[in-house]
């Protein structure tokens, strides 16, 4: 399993949101460049990085802050927020990210998933489901559509894509612990490979997902448990990435 630490970008700022609240947001650090060389530094294979400006609609924010991270790190960047285009899509891994992260694209407009697919392979794209008892949320989780996330994972499996993530708005950023039931019943149905998203709040919540590799759970994102120190990123990194 992988353990993805998390760095969410808002004005040039590293923070995090409560279940996607904006208003929310609390700053952590005004560097996110030092900030993820401490990810680095810990042991991290990839880390996760979500333009919020983006997801809000601004998506020409953070630029120059997200290329950084792609062009000097070392570690692979893996990058949402804001990518609702083929265009845009190039534009990034143009910059050096990994993969690219589509949420509300993957939802209004699934051929440009199919297409990106095509012109990029399918490492380098990957979907976003973000889910709300059940129902797909959009549009940086402000509007919750009828979409069912098994559902929208299917299309996203005949679109060429082996690999989604699945987020839990309703434990985002709460500590909650994650709810895996919805992750698991897709990784089963779909085959797809599964990364979650989503309460973690304790080592041992790492260590209950660690136990879902069988089903598909492929990796787990984790952000403001490290914030808040509340978990060490390098120990969960040493106990149970694989």
Same mark, same amino acid.
């Given at each position: 399993?992988?353990?993805?630490?998390?760095?969410?970008?808002?004005?040039?700022?590293?923070?995090?949101?409560?279940?996607?609240?904006?208003?929310?947001?609390?700053?952590?650090?005004?560097?996110?460049?030092?900030?993820?060389? &401490?990810?680095?530094?810990?042991?991290?294979?990839?880390?996760?990085?979500?333009? %919020?400006?983006?997801?809000?609609?601004?998506?020409?924010?953070?630029?120059?802050?997200?290329?950084? %991270?792609?062009?000097?790190? &070392?570690?692979? $960047?893996?990058?949402? @927020?804001?990518?609702?285009?083929?265009?845009?899509?190039?534009?990034?891994?143009?910059? @050096? *990210? &990994?993969?690219?992260?589509?949420?509300?694209?993957?939802?209004?407009?699934?051929?440009?998933?199919?297409?990106?697919? %095509?012109?990029?392979?399918?490492?380098?794209?990957?979907?976003?489901?973000?889910?709300?008892?059940? !129902? *797909?949320?959009?549009?940086?989780?402000?509007?919750?559509?009828?979409?069912?996330?098994?559902?929208?994972?299917? !299309?996203?499996?005949?679109?060429?894509?082996?690999?989604?993530?699945? #987020?839990? +708005?309703? #434990?985002?950023?709460?500590?909650?612990?994650?709810?895996?039931?919805?992750? $698991?019943?897709?990784?089963?149905? &779909? @085959?797809? !490979?599964?990364?979650?998203?989503?309460?973690?709040?304790? $080592?041992?919540?790492?260590?209950?997902?660690?136990?879902?590799?069988?089903?598909?759970?492929?990796? *787990? +994102?984790?952000?403001?448990?490290?914030?808040?120190?509340?978990?060490? $990123?390098?120990?969960?990194?040493?106990?149970?990435?694989?």
């Amino acid at each position: 399993m992988i353990i993805i630490p998390a760095i969410d970008l808002l004005d040039g700022c590293v923070v995090r949101l409560e279940q996607g609240v904006e208003s929310s947001a609390r700053v952590y650090s005004d560097d996110p460049y030092a900030f993820a060389q &401490t990810f680095e530094a810990a042991g991290a294979r990839m880390i996760h990085v979500v333009n %919020l400006d983006g997801a809000f609609g601004r998506p020409g924010k953070n630029t120059e802050i997200i290329a950084r %991270l792609a062009r000097d790190l &070392t570690v692979p $960047i893996e990058l949402g @927020g804001g990518i609702r285009s083929l265009d845009r899509i190039g534009f990034w891994l143009n910059r @050096g *990210v &990994t993969r690219v992260i589509l949420g509300s694209a993957a939802v209004r407009e699934p051929e440009i998933v199919e297409k990106a697919v %095509l012109k990029y392979g399918n490492e380098a794209v990957v979907a976003g489901i973000d889910m709300k008892d059940g !129902r *797909v949320a959009v549009q940086g989780w402000r509007e919750v559509t009828g979409v069912d996330g098994l559902e929208l994972a299917i !299309r996203m499996k005949t679109a060429g894509l082996s690999r989604i993530i699945v #987020t839990d +708005i309703a #434990t985002d950023g709460m500590l909650s612990g994650p709810r895996l039931d919805g992750m $698991i019943d897709i990784a089963e149905k &779909t @085959g797809l !490979r599964v990364i979650a998203s989503g309460g973690v709040g304790r $080592i041992e919540d790492i260590a209950l997902i660690a136990q879902q590799a069988h089903s598909g759970i492929e990796g *787990v +994102i984790v952000g403001k448990a490290i914030y808040e120190n509340r978990l060490d $990123i390098g120990e969960a990194i040493r106990r149970h990435q694989e």
